[in-house]
């Protein structure tokens, strides 16, 4: 019978209205960039980080995903929101309640009006059961609402971990860059010492002054005063790897001692196109979820102007005596439907109706630009990595360039043919150009990062237990 109730009950919530975005040629279309930069149209892979074929990066990011406290506090939001969810689902089935006690009177007066003594003990129990007719849906939309919290948490956890791995992978990253320009940096204040050596051996044979000399030890101070900041900055690098894998700053002072080049994929980046991109992105899904548990909240709101009818009855059982609960005469029951209905007076509950509307007006527009930033975010990221790729290209030109000028600018010193000035601009461009490339490495890593994490991530059943959804 109640089963036959559910079926025809009815329901008010409005569907989900589509968004014009996601029906939009450039939505389904490939990434307008796509052309400009290395990449496939194959579906990204939700592990992304595995591209870099980096075994120490792996387990740091392994280690996240596993230890990273931000990551702890979104698990036990969306174990929170299932727990609502299964009360909310409790509201299907019948409530019931189970009562028992003892009264102590007495009659102060000393008055018998019973064959009662003036002083005793009354023994109670019951039994209530109660079961609300879901007629207008209010239950059945209260269920969906809280259906779609915890699949947008389950989303929202998903982003948190995508984002924890794009950090952990930047950290990392970023400890390579600094050893890489530290090593640029010390080999090249190596040649500027080898050139005030050169210089003082040619000034001891009357081939130069002492003010060669000088210049040259200021090259070598201006060369060696970037390291502090460099050591300072790959030390930063890895306070953060200790925060985002969830330790101490000072167990990670070895971390990442042997990597001495920023992490790159070689190969082309797989980036799919705009349908899987939306369908991928776990912030849209956040915002699709989030937008159907406010429409579900509408028939919530809307079903209150009709009235809530609930089947219910009880049996309870009073006695003087515990052995007297057994006996006929002690229990009584009843049973009924309960109607209640605020009508005519409906202010209150229409005024909760256009507030639930106008909240799932604002989750639509959110959702549309959830939609909007996912595409932007893609299309900057590719634009940004292809980029940086050709601004590589020439300087890894440039480099080699400025690398054959000093050692010609040095030969031709040596020789006489040129003057100390012409070195020292060789080497101080030199130094520039090896910086300058080891820099454009960094950023072009922070771009393939930047890429995957626009990219998102895919759902894994593996990863996120969303049991009870």
Do not use: H
């Amino acid at each position: 019978m109640l089963g036959t109730v559910g079926l025809a009950a009815c329901s008010f919530s409005p569907d989900v209205p589509q968004s014009p975005v996601v029906q939009s040629p450039k939505a389904q279309a490939e990434f307008v960039t796509a052309e400009v930069a290395p990449v496939n149209a194959s579906t990204p892979d939700a592990r992304w980080w595995r591209l870099y074929d980096n075994a120490e990066l792996d387990g740091y990011v392994a280690r996240a995903l596993e230890q990273n406290n931000d990551l702890k506090a979104a698990l036990a939001n969306l174990d929170r929101v299932l727990a609502a969810l299964g009360e909310s689902r409790a509201d299907f089935f019948p409530s019931t309640d189970i009562s028992a006690g003892v009264t102590y009177e007495r009659d102060e007066r000393g008055i018998v009006t019973s064959p009662r003594n003036d002083e005793d003990l009354t023994y109670n129990s019951g039994f209530s059961l109660s079961y609300e007719i879901d007629l207008f849906g209010r239950v059945r939309n209260g269920v969906d609402a809280a259906r779609a919290d915890a699949e947008a948490a389950a989303a929202s956890l998903q982003a948190a971990r995508i984002t924890v791995a794009g950090e952990t992978a930047r950290a990392y990253a970023d400890i390579c860059a600094a050893n890489q320009q530290i090593a640029v940096t010390e080999n090249t204040l190596d040649l500027q010492a080898r050139t005030v050596d050169l210089t003082r051996q040619l000034t001891e044979g009357g081939q130069g002054t002492t003010l060669d000399i000088a210049r040259a030890r200021v090259n070598v101070e201006n060369t060696r005063a970037s390291l502090p900041r460099l050591r300072a900055a790959r030390e930063n690098a890895r306070f953060r790897l200790a925060t985002l894998v969830g330790t101490p700053p000072a167990e990670m002072v070895e971390a990442a001692a042997e990597c001495m080049s920023s992490p790159i994929v070689a190969s082309t980046i797989p980036v799919g196109d705009g349908a899987g991109l939306i369908a991928r992105r776990p912030d849209v899904q956040e915002a699709e979820k989030t937008l159907a548990a406010s429409a579900a909240r509408v028939g919530v709101a809307t079903a209150e102007l009709y009235p809530r009818i609930t089947l219910g009855g009880s049996v309870d059982v009073t006695a003087l005596q515990v052995a007297s609960l057994k006996e006929d005469g002690a229990v009584g029951f009843n049973f009924g439907p309960l109607i209640s209905w605020s009508f005519p007076n409906q202010t209150a509950a229409r005024a909760r109706i256009r507030a639930a509307e106008a909240t799932m007006a604002e989750a639509l527009a959110r959702f549309d630009q959830a939609v909007l930033v996912a595409l932007q975010e893609t299309e900057t990221a590719l634009q940004n990595y292809a980029a940086e790729l050709e601004r590589q290209a020439a300087l890894k030109q440039a480099r080699d360039v400025a690398a054959q000028s000093a050692r010609m600018a040095r030969e031709r010193y040596e020789l006489g043919a040129d003057d100390f000035i012409t070195v020292l601009d060789a080497e101080r461009t030199l130094a520039e150009a090896d910086i300058t490339l080891a820099q454009s490495q960094a950023s072009t890593t922070q771009f393939q990062i930047e890429l995957f994490r626009a990219l998102g991530g895919t759902w894994d059943a593996a990863d996120i237990s969303t049991a009870g959804i």
